[in-house]
């Protein structure tokens, strides 16, 4: 089953048993990150200096990528030239690449959406898996370039980029030291394993996708200090 790099991201941060969504907020950036990522391997889409621009509208056929692909397109219609940065298209679809992405999941019959109410009033959605086969395979291919250095494809080089960018090397290997798992994310991350204009693209989401999460971290971190004062 070919899944999306947004919905590998979400496979990864959803609890097994709970669906609640472990490091939601970065794994939102990183969802949305993961489509632009997908488009880019596509050959729909191009990163420069951190602007983006669509480089072509016609269909992928995967559903969750052409219809990022237009409402991205209609979006870049609507700025001044130069002005459509990849960092303002993550702040405004990381709510919508999530839901997307695990709606896709659940349709796809790899997570089932579960409603509760908490308190009896206010309503949640949890999505625990339902079917576990492309998540283990999912982690078998990580495994594989983290425990034992096999060279990785452009596709798990680029998941790995997505993940050391948004800080969530735990998610991946919850069982490893992060020193471990962030210096070999790092390095793959650096590495020049995808052509020239992807490996730009790539490079402009990381540096987009990791400032947005350190300034995420930053201020969680503030206001739990804040609060505990």
Not at 124 to 153: K, N, Q
């Amino acid at each position: 089953m070919h899944v999306t790099l947004a919905e590998e991201l979400m496979l990864l941060s959803l609890d097994d048993e709970s669906g609640v969504a472990k490091d939601g907020s970065s794994a939102g950036w990183a969802a949305a990150g993961g489509l632009l990522a997908d488009l880019a391997l596509a050959g729909r889409i191009a990163v420069e200096e951190g602007r983006l621009a669509v480089t072509d509208r016609t269909p992928t056929g995967d559903p969750l990528l052409d219809d990022c692909l237009e409402r991205l397109a209609g979006w870049v219609e609507r700025k001044a030239p130069g002005k459509a940065k990849a960092a303002d298209w993550l702040t405004k679809d990381h709510p919508v690449a999530v839901r997307s992405a695990v709606q896709r999941l659940c349709e796809r019959g790899l997570v089932v959406e579960e409603r509760h109410r908490v308190l009896g009033l206010f309503p949640v959605r949890r999505y625990p898996e339902a079917d576990g086969s492309v998540e283990r395979e999912l982690r078998e291919r990580l495994a594989a370039v983290i425990r034992h250095h096999v060279t990785p494809d452009v596709r798990t080089a680029t998941l790995i980029a997505l993940l050391h960018a948004a800080r969530l090397h735990g998610l991946a290997f919850p069982d490893l030291p992060r020193a471990r798992v962030e210096l070999r994310f790092g390095e793959i991350a650096a590495g020049d394993w995808a052509g020239e204009s992807v490996g730009q693209a790539i490079r402009n989401m990381h540096v987009a996708i990791a400032a947005i999460t350190a300034v995420t971290v930053a201020t969680a971190a503030t206001a739990a200090t804040v609060a505990a004062g």
